[in-house]
């Protein structure tokens, strides 16, 4: 694997090569694809690398894991506070 690249900036803009770098043989480029079109490898390919999700998730959920958090209700408080300075508050306010 290449060496990380720190994205440099281009008019406040970040640049980053990972586009670059990321393999054309990538998972969802097969996924993309017509599936009467796969080949034997490509079909071999997606079922080796579902298998090795699922051994992934039966790991995390045999060690206890949790998944991601919710988000949260729009009647929670903390929710309600967030509205109420997003409705006080404008960009140029924030320094946005």
Known sequence: MSEPIMPTT???IPQSTALAEA???SLSDLFSRDPEGFSKQDISRIVETLRTQRKAWALAEA???KSAP???R???PRAKSMA????T???ADLDL
């Open 70 to 72: 919710r988000a949260e």
């Open 23 to 25: 393999s054309p043989e």
């Open 84 to 87: 109420k300075l997003l409705a």
């Open 63 to 65: 060690s206890g894991k």
């Open 10 to 12: 281009l008019g406040g």
């Open 89 to 91: 508050k404008t960009a």
């Open 74 to 76: 729009p009647d929670s």
